[in-house]
């Protein structure tokens, strides 16, 4: 009786150990905008709505806007820097037609300012041919 307890735990903690893997995999940050996806780290420090502004403003640099923030003003940013990876799907006609770009993203936790510096970029196999 003791052992058929034991089984059942062991059966309990399997299936939780694997819903807890795949909430993991919905919390890692992946962002599909227009024709780019848009990847953070699944540990990213950046909140789900930062990320969202973050996303959009690498596929759409031109939409980025900062606040003026006093404090940031007196005593300079509140910065979080991290690499974010984009891939910008069916560049190209023939294989390998996606485009897989590494960024360094800082941005300031009060005012939102934010600087993106491509520090990389490769050509991947990811969309089949037309
Ligand atoms: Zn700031
Ligand atoms: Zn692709």
């Given at each position: ?46 909140s789900t709505d ?9 596929v759409h640099p ?35 037609r996606c485009l ?31």
């Amino acid at each position: 009786m003791k052992k058929r307890i034991s089984i059942l735990l062991v059966i309990l903690v399997m299936l939780g150990s694997t819903i807890g893997v795949s909430a993991d995999d919905q919390i890692g940050g992946v962002y599909e905008i227009d024709h780019v996806t848009v990847i953070f780290d699944e540990n990213s420090q950046f909140s789900t709505d930062k990320q969202e502004v973050i996303a959009n403003l690498l596929v759409h640099p031109e939409y980025g806007v900062a606040q003026a923030n006093l404090i940031c003003a007196l005593f300079g940013h509140d910065n979080i820097s991290e690499t974010v990876v984009t891939i910008t799907h069916k560049v190209n006609d023939t294989s390998p037609r996606c485009l897989q770009e590494l960024f360094t993203v800082t941005s300031c936790n009060r005012c939102g300012e934010t600087s993106t510096e491509r520090t990389g970029y490769y050509y991947i196999t990811c969309c089949p041919a037309d």
